[in-house]
């Protein structure tokens, strides 16, 4: 038959074909992510041809601190593959300085790898590394490991370490040392100078693509920096050398460890770090800079500026650039306008202190303490909105003349005069009829207003009313029905959050009166020690008509649950019934 | 590929049935003379067996 | 005229032009029932604690569970509805600890149970309840091939009286007043779910998430998917992850099958046409075919007469022919036997006078 | 081989006459606990899984494998093959066959059987495609049965009731494709709504499309198949013009197939390139549909193609086997292989095996019943009083 080999050779194919996918068809549908190691902090992969418009062999996975810690075993350091330039600083790139030709380049790698990997064969080595021709044991494909890195900046306890560490040396006829890392760029004498009190951050200059005349980019910057000083202590056999591998700084886990470490410091020294010596003010008076205007124009109506207690934020962020995130030479009103401007990258003034969910901004920042178990009990049930509620914008933008007004006795028990506070913020945020308060234009005025008028004044401590009129046990018996009454220990909730907050300045300020606590629960009503029933609002009956709302049964668990369960409140778990009202017997 | 609307998602599925639905014509074609083909000639053994003997199953 | 029934009349007057135009503008889009209930289950509030589940089986008078209610190990086995569970909650593990969802019925807009079921025992109500008729019912189970969300179930285990079973939205009891609200909604402690229109129960739901920012997924489980379910979910969680799936697409059941049932009186108009005139041209090539073989034997016929009636007078003319020349011959030799008749007697006669001048 | 149909009373315990009675008595056995005892005594079907493998097997491979009778009628009387005819009976007789088994499957299958015809008398889900194969198969029966009758009416010898329902042939035929057009692509249709469910590479805006068109390769190839099974046993009841078309009918429908396999894969390939299905054949599902298209549908129409242009009658019945088969892979495939496939396969589903008995039994019921008919009425020879009267 003229066609039965076609037949029996196309059959077969088909054949080997179908055996083949079925072979196949685990690996095809599987995603290849297993096998891999958790990742690590100090992968480099090396493309030196990555400039070729051809790929020549598959990325060399460099395990960093390997490396380091063979060459520390071999009592060799950093300069066994890095050089350091004229000026002593250490390069942060391998054997070079600058960048050759990408074939230029590639040489040095091949050259220099191998060349010491030779040596550790001839010295007989356990582990002397690929030697020439095993070209597959450096360029290997797929990865095998991936790479896991975090942001090794300096935070506040950090940078505190290093600016009092005596290891550092002085600056000249000074007693501090800031100048050994912060410097400037002198246009006139063309060389770096230090200047104090203008310290700059280094992300100001240093960014991932720096501008002329800035030469190294971050990462230069840092390492050149920090692993140069590292290294010289090192060598000087210094009582302690910073950290000269890559996971201490970079690798997730050892940076939490670290962070542990630093805060059992800090628990030392009482909980307060050391203010910086830059001469940063302890009060700042933040209001709006006005718009250059005709001396006849109407003078706008603004909002009233908020006195800013610097000191204390600064033991409240991580570092300075929190709040600066650009540089530390100029104030916020300078970017952000009122009216937005390009170098504030049109973010207006009001949004740049009020954007509920940047981290930069006040409202964003304070947003995320209220995350906080302590506070999120309360805070995580209330609405938030994209913008914060118009009851609040008193509690910043203090009008002096009411402040004045009040007693200074902070003890009162008759707090309905607090309320008063919010009234000119609620008038949609405008001044009041009548003489505008004047902000003084220099600098001192404002600090002297600022602190004067409103930071002493503020509490230091959480306003609550008496303990005696706070009811101690609530019995909700209105739907008991299959179960017994509910006993709300109604006190015991409320000193216990007490305490939680006993230390919290943003708590005791921003909880201004003796009754504002009481509405975490007792919300939507009016400030009161005797706010009304549940009931008032929440309908048992019929869901029709307040759709949405909760019924009286659902407002007590929700109201109950979601607090126990956002404090990270393990017990009663939230489907044990009896643990809150028990069974009832019959 | 990416497809963000229905509209280039059409768009590339058209164009392909299209480019296939020539192919397929073209295939047809050939199939077709193949199959039509008929590389012997009538005097093939089976059919010279008359009714009982056809010698079917051989 | 008071400034605000004013108001009132001018906004009626705005909404009356309004309506029809837009009604008219989209005729084959439908929106279901005006302002049709449903139910919204909110995935962040939901605890787990089975009471809906109870509840649904008293409603409804189902058998009781192997399993207690009160029972909530149960949870962390994956559960679906069955024939004596109307509605199930189950648990899933996600990486912000355990969260729960509620699954039942969700009483689609345009129910696939509904479009699939070929004795039309199921019927969206204007109450927004998918409900069943058992009287009808053949037992095919269409209907759960048909629908995305698995709910209809079966009773396997009865041999004559069989149903497809699942979730009422309590029609039933809440036509006849016996209840107000559905069972699980009624019970909820926390209220994880709210009956209402539908429509309030989007803009609530958008309002929660405009409320809490971050705490949502901010999208409406069941606003578009399956063209839209009377049961809406919102979740912290990604819907995937609670056991909703995002690849059902928005295209209802009747737009699915639309096309096929579309092509149903094509075939019955466009197949006997094309067959018959298939036929037909067969036919009409076998009878010209036939037409044309008679005419080439009648040709061929007369043809084979003409020829016989040339080969008989060809040899007529040859036989005639052959007879006058025998006849001549015969005629020629009977003249030419005559004439030497003659000369013999002219010869003899001529003898006898010459003998007789001789004998004389 | 002429044994096991040896009407001799002493040889009915023949070994084929063993089994078939031994499937019968199971089947019936399982019969009384099905319809005692509900579908969950004797069956897996769960709710995950209301349709098994009846539906799979004895409804849409059935269905598809009596396809030979529509297309064969077709072929001869419409597209005017007359060299066909000798087929066409055999073909209707296997049709009626499959189409009443199929209705007794469903017996079986739905829940409450006695209520089979209230989708037509009592209710109408128009909107149903369950609707319309139900009422196409209901009509399609009867089409079969008329077309039969003359059969039954030679062997009983009443002529005029036999010359009446042959005037209305083609009437019943053209009605017959139409029905069948009808029914086979809505069995795909099927699932068409529930794209969720089944698997991308075998879910198609064209699943009709697809069934129908597969269902005439199915009914070629069963034609195919079976006559060469009649042939060898049941070759005692041919009469010598069927043995002299066999041939020719055998060669006419291998082409025929080969070219509606090809016309099938190609309708495959642009179901796949429409719904840019193509990502998913590098998965397990993906080889498999690979399996499905390349082994089940491209080989045999290439294997056809050289069966038929080599006259090698071997070739072309092995290559009907695996036609055949090829068509059962797929409606598994659709019914129960890809359908759920998002499921874990603990949930899968897997017959019992008393589903499958019943399965079996309703195939040996077939056969028996076709043994019974083609051994005494004129279904493989012309009835001689009746001879070239068509």
């Given amino acids: 038959m003229a066609y039965r080999k076609l037949v029996l050779g196309l059959s077969g194919c088909l054949f080997v074909l179908v055996c083949v996918l079925f072979l196949q068809a685990d690996v095809m549908s599987m995603i290849s992510s297993s096998g891999k190691d958790s990742g690590r902090a100090d992968l480099i992969m090396i493309q030196a041809m990555a400039k070729q418009t051809t790929k020549q062999a598959s990325a060399v996975q460099f395990l960093h601190d390997a490396h380091t810690q063979a060459l520390a075993e071999q009592d060799k350091d950093c300069a066994a593959c890095h050089i350091k330039d004229e000026s002593g600083t250490i390069s942060y790139k391998y054997m070079r300085l600058e960048d050759p030709a990408a074939n230029r380049l590639k040489d040095l790698y091949h050259d220099n790898c191998t060349a010491c990997h030779a040596e550790n064969a001839k010295a007989r080595m356990d582990n002397p590394g690929p030697q020439i021709g095993e070209c597959r044991k450096c360029h290997v494909e797929p990865a095998t490991s991936t790479q896991a890195w975090v942001s090794g900046g300096m935070d506040n306890i950090l940078h505190y370490i290093h600016w009092d560490s005596d290891l550092i040396a002085k600056d000249e006829g000074k007693d501090t040392n800031c100048g050994q890392c912060h410097h400037e760029y002198d246009e006139d004498k063309q060389e770096l100078v230090y200047i104090q009190f203008a310290e700059e951050g280094c992300r100001s200059c240093h960014t991932s693509e720096p501008k002329e005349p800035v030469k190294a980019n971050l990462a230069e910057a840092f390492h050149g920096q920090c692993v140069t000083c590292h290294l010289e202590n090192k060598e000087t056999q210094a009582e302690r050398n910073g950290p000269l591998d890559c996971a201490s700084c970079h690798g997730g886990p050892q940076r939490l460890e670290m962070q542990a470490k630093f805060a059992e410091k800090l628990e030392e020294m009482d909980g307060v770090l050391p203010r910086l010596p830059r001469q940063q003010p302890d009060v700042v008076l933040l209001a709006a800079k006005l718009p250059e205007r005709s001396k006849d124009a109407t003078h706008p109506t603004l909002m009233y500026p908020v006195p800013f207690n610097h000191e204390l934020h600064e033991q409240a962020t991580d570092a300075c650039r929190d709040c600066h995130h650009e540089t530390l030479k100029s104030s916020c009103t300078d970017c952000h306008t009122l009216q937005g401007s390009e170098q504030g ?15 930069s901004s006040c409202v964003g920042c304070h947003n995320e303490m209220k995350q906080d178990p302590s506070c999120a009990g309360c805070h995580a049930a209330m609405p938030q909105g994209t913008e914060p509620p118009a009851s609040s914008c008193a509690l910043c933008h203090v009008n002096p003349d009411i402040l004045s007004q009040r007693s200074m006795e902070r003890q009162s028990v008759d707090y309905t005069d607090y309320t008063e506070m919010l009234i000119p913020a609620q008038a949609s945020g405008r001044q009041p009829a009548g003489e505008p308060v004047v902000i003084p234009e220099d600098k001192e005025g404002r600090v002297v207003l600022a602190h004067q008028l409103i930071i002493d004044r503020r509490g230091q401590e959480a306003l609550l009313i008496a303990e005696e009129d706070i009811p101690n046990v609530v019995k909700i018996d209105v739907l008991a029905d299959e179960y017994q009454p509910a006993e709300l220990p109604h006190r015991k909730i409320v000193m216990s959050m007490m305490e939680k907050m006993q230390d919290n300045s943003l708590a005791t300020t921003f909880h201004a009166t003796p009754v504002t606590m009481c509405q975490g629960c007792h919300h939507n009503s009016p400030l009161s020690a005797e706010p009304p029933s549940c009931q008032t609002c929440h309908d048992q009956r019929s869901q029709e008509g307040r759709l949405g709302r909760p019924g009286l049964l659902a407002a007590y668990h929700i109201q109950c649950m979601s607090c126990h369960t956002e404090m990270g409140l393990e017990k009663p778990a939230a489907t044990d019934c009896t643990s809150c009202h028990k069974q009832k017997e019959n | 590929m990416e497809f963000n609307s229905m509209h280039e998602f059409f768009m590339h599925t058209k164009t392909m049935t299209y480019l296939l ?25 089976h059919r010279t067996g008359e009714g009982h003997d056809n010698g079917h199953g051989h | 005229m008071k400034r605000r029934s004013f108001l009132g009349l001018m906004g009626a007057a705005g909404a009356g032009l309004a309506v029809p135009a837009t009604a008219r503008a989209a005729a084959k889009d439908f929106r279901g029932y005006h302002d ?8 962040t509030r939901c605890i787990g604690c089975r009471k809906c589940e109870l509840a649904c089986n008293q409603v409804n008078n189902l058998p009781e569970p192997e399993v207690p209610f009160d029972n909530l190990e149960i949870l962390n086995t994956r559960r679906r509805t069955d024939s004596t569970t109307f509605t199930v909650v189950n648990k899933f593990d996600t990486p912000g600890g355990p969260v729960y969802r509620k699954n039942q019925c969700n009483h689609c807009l345009e129910p696939a149970c509904a479009s699939s079921c070929f004795v039309s025992a199921f019927q969206k109500q204007p109450d927004s309840a998918v409900d069943y008729d058992e009287t009808v019912c053949v037992g095919c189970r269409y209907c759960m091939i048909a629908c995305p969300f698995e709910i209809p179930t079966y009773e396997y285990h009865k041999a004559f009286t069989p149903r497809v079973m699942k979730c009422t939205l309590c029609g039933p009891q809440m036509r006849s007043g016996e209840l107000r609200l559905p069972g699980c909604v009624q019970v909820c402690p926390m209220e994880a779910m709210i009956y209402g229109p539908r429509n309030e129960l989007l803009t609530l739901a958008r309002r929660r998430f405009a409320a809490f920012p971050g705490r949502y997924v901010e999208s409406i489980y069941g606003e578009h998917e399956m063209g839209g379910t009377s049961w809406l979910y919102i979740s912290g969680t990604p819907f995937s992850q609670v056991g909703l799936r995002e690849d059902l697409g928005t295209k209802s059941a009747p737009e699915l099958t639309a096309g096929a049932l579309a092509a149903v009186p094509v075939v019955v108009g466009v197949w006997p046409v094309l067959l018959g005139g298939i036929y037909a041209i067969n036919k009409r090539k076998e009878k010209i075919a036939a037409q044309e073989q008679q005419q080439a034997v009648s040709a061929a016929l007369a043809k084979a007469k003409a020829e016989a009636k040339e080969n008989l007078d060809a040899s007529l003319a040859k036989a005639e022919e052959s007879a006058n020349r025998r006849v001549d011959n015969e005629v020629k030799k009977a003249v030419k036997e005559a004439l030497a008749k003659k000369e013999e007697e002219l010869k003899a006669a001529e003898a006898s006078a010459t003998d007789e001048e001789e004998g004389k | 081989m002429s044994t096991v149909t040896n009407d001799d009373f002493k040889s009915y315990l023949t070994p084929f006459n063993i089994v078939t009675g031994l499937i019968i008595i199971a089947g019936l056995i399982v019969t009384v606990i099905r319809f005692t005892g509900g579908l969950g005594a004797v069956t897996n079907l769960d709710d995950n899984y209301p349709w098994g493998i009846w539906i799979s097997f004895d409804l849409l491979c059935g269905v598809a494998l009596a396809a030979g009778g529509y297309t064969t009628a077709a072929a001869c009387y419409v597209f005017g093959f007359k060299k066909y005819h000798s087929a066409v009976r055999p073909a209707v007789l296997t049709a009626f066959l499959g189409y009443a088994l199929v209705v007794m499957a469903l017996h079986y299958d739905v829940g409450r059987p006695w209520r089979l015809p209230y989708p037509i008398f009592v209710q109408q889900g128009t909107t149903s495609l369950l609707f319309e194969v139900g009422l196409c198969v209901f009509l399609y029966l009867t089409v079969l049965f008329l077309e039969f009758l003359p059969t039954l009416f030679e062997w009983k010898g009443w002529r005029k009731l036999r010359d009446a329902l042959v005037k209305m042939t083609l009437v019943l035929v053209i009605f017959g494709v139409v029905l069948s057009t009808l029914h086979q692509s809505s069995l795909g249709a099927l699932y068409t709504i529930a794209p969720s469910k089944l698997h991308p590479l075998w879910y198609s805006a064209y699943l009709p499309v697809f069934f129908f068109v597969s269902s005439i390769a199915a009914g070629l190839s069963m034609v195919i198949f079976e006559g060469s099974l009649s042939h060898k046993y049941l070759h005692r009841m041919m009469d010598s013009e069927y043995n002299r078309n066999h041939d ?35 998965s397990g599902f993906g080889a498999w549909f690979l399996v499905e298209m390349l082994c089940f549908v491209a080989l045999p129409a290439f294997l056809y193609a050289v069966g038929a242009r080599d006259k090698n009658f071997a070739l072309i019945k092995w290559t009907a086997i695996l036609t ?5 892979v797929n409606r598994f495939n659709v019914s129960l292989v890809a359908f759920n496939y998002h499921l874990p396969s603990e949930d899968k589903y897997f017959p019992a095996m008393m589903e499958i008995i019943i399965s079996v039994f309703i195939v040996t019921v077939g056969v028996v019943v076709f043994r019974f008919v083609s051994t005494r009425m004129p279904v493989f020879f012309e009835h001689p009083e009746y001879k070239g009267q068509h």
């Avoid at chain 2, 639905?21 to 005097?43: C, N, R, S, T």
């Avoid at chain 3, 049709?36 to 995935?43: C, K, M, N, S």
């Avoid at chain 4, 396999?261 to 429409?274: D, E, H, Q």
């Avoid at chain 4, 055949?324 to 059962?328: H, R, S």
Wanted: with cysteine.
């Fill in chain 1, 345 to 359: 990258g049109y973010i207006t003034l009001e949004r740049a202190m009020h954007a509920p969910d940047s981290k």
């Fill in chain 2, 21 to 45: 639905m020539g192919g397929i014509l073209v295939g047809a074609i050939l199939w077709w003379q193949f199959l039509m083909g008929e590389k012997k000639p009538i005097d093939n053994p």
């Fill in chain 3, 36 to 43: 049709t209930p449903g139910v919204l289950f909110d995935g």
């Fill in chain 4, 248 to 282: 020719d009918v055998v060669l006419g429908f291998a082409k025929g197939c080969s070219w509606v396999l090809f016309g099938y894969f190609a309708l495959k390939m642009i179901g796949l390139t429409y719904d840019n299905n193509w990502s998913y054949l590098a």
């Fill in chain 4, 324 to 328: 055949v088969l090829g068509i059962v």
